[in-house]
């Protein structure tokens, strides 16, 4: 499958641990995104990353961060975890530098903290 | 504030019947509008664009100014309708082009 993965799917830990979400983008794609979805709310926006440069941010907590590496995948550290981080973590791709056109989505990781 | 709103977060109506999801941004200036679904077991995926101004699986959407909507009809609702449906919006928010979603409508076809 050459479609966006993430790993790993499910993810338990505890209040005050962190966590690393990995996401690999599709073929080509340079542009890799993450977003958040909690329960009663959207997708949000956290944060996307374009050849390796952040290129914009959404609203994500300090104790949290990314980074795009050279192969273009990308990970999302998750520190000092709370009880509310729980939650599906999207990651998506796409060849643009922009979000103008199709972003391709993996299958999230959800992640639950005890 | 830039957002999108899907006032309706359940949506039922028979098999046969017409659907529309509404789906209401608020943004100053000209933003891209997108419909996203995702099925049952199915990786989250672009239905539509208002630019490519095309009707996909018998769904069209068309962007209301006027009205800052762009809300998402079908005429006659089929069964594999059945999804979770995302509006979505990219715009310059906060200094960055960034693209950014509606909490979502879950739509079930009753047979």
């Known amino acids: 499958d050459s479609g966006v993965t993430q790993t790993p799917k499910h993810l338990i830990t505890a209040t005050g641990q962190r966590v690393t979400l990995r996401c690999s983008p599709r073929?080509?794609?340079?542009?890799v995104y993450w977003y958040q979805q909690s329960l009663d709310q959207g997708l949000q926006f956290l944060i996307q990353?374009?050849?390796?440069?952040?290129?914009a941010k959404g609203n994500i907590l300090e104790r949290f961060s990314a980074q795009q590496f050279p192969d273009l995948h990308s990970e999302l550290n998750l520190s000092s975890l709370e009880l509310g981080d729980s939650a599906l973590y999207f990651c998506?791709?796409?060849?643009?530098?922009?979000?103008?056109?199709?972003?391709?989505f993996g299958e999230g990781s959800r992640l639950t903290v005890l | 504030a830039q957002r999108v709103t899907q006032p309706e977060k359940l949506l039922s109506v028979f098999k046969g019947a017409p659907v529309e999801l509404k789906c209401n941004y608020s943004?100053?200036?000209?933003?891209?509008l997108f419909w996203y679904v995702q099925y049952s077991r199915q990786r989250l995926q672009l239905l539509l664009r208002?630019?490519s101004r095309e009707s996909i699986k018998g769904f069209t959407a068309d962007l209301n100014k006027g009205e800052t909507s762009f809300h998402l009809k079908k005429p006659f609702a089929q069964e594999e309708d059945s999804a979770m449906y995302y509006c979505?919006?990219?715009?310059?928010?906060?200094?960055?082009?960034?693209?950014?979603f509606g909490q979502g409508t879950r739509l079930t076809i009753n047979p």
């Open positions: 979505a919006l990219s715009g310059l928010i906060q200094g960055a082009q960034k693209l950014v």
């Open positions: 073929s080509g794609d340079l542009s």
């Open positions: 943004y100053s200036g000209s933003p891209e």
């Open positions: 998506a791709s796409s060849v643009e530098y922009l979000p103008t056109g199709e972003l391709f």
């Open positions: 990353y374009y050849n390796g440069e952040e290129r």
């Open positions: 208002h630019i």
